[in-house]
């Protein structure tokens, strides 16, 4: 399956040449994140009418995250695809829909979460 990956700049408006970006490869949205947005992410996303080459998807880059509660820091790692925030740590892994956040602020309260989760009595 062919993919994309698609960056909505939310502070343009819809129709503004800078509103959106799509790029045919993860390497093309970092290249051009690190020059232009170092925060932002893309969003991977099927291309349809496309026929299958039989190829493999590339796996979704993981980016690190850490929080700190009651002193202790807890690190783990997330990924987005197809509109949706995965976290993975030692504490398990959690995932929801991004919705209107950033998708490094939603990977960091699920990972809270699980931090929270696992010192329940």
């Not at 994309?4 to 408006?13: G, H, L, Q």
């Not at 020059?35 to 979704?60: I, L, Q, S």
């Not at 959690?94 to 950033?102: F, I």
Request: proline share 6%; aromatic share 8%.
């Amino acid at each position: 399956m062919k993919t994309v990956w698609v960056y909505i700049n939310t502070a343009r408006e819809v129709g503004d040449v800078d509103h959106l970006k799509v790029f045919a490869t993860v390497e093309a949205a970092d290249e051009w994140f690190t020059e232009h947005d170092p925060e932002g992410v893309a969003f991977e996303y099927p291309v349809t009418g496309v026929k299958d080459n039989g190829m493999r998807p590339r796996p979704t880059p993981l980016k690190n995250i850490s929080v700190t509660i009651d002193g202790i820091t807890h690190d783990g790692t997330y990924y987005v695809q197809s509109s949706m925030v995965c976290v993975q740590s030692q504490l398990g892994t959690k995932a929801t829909q991004v919705g209107g956040s950033r998708p490094e602020m939603i990977a960091r309260l699920l990972l809270s979460e699980l931090v929270r989760e696992s010192t329940k009595p």
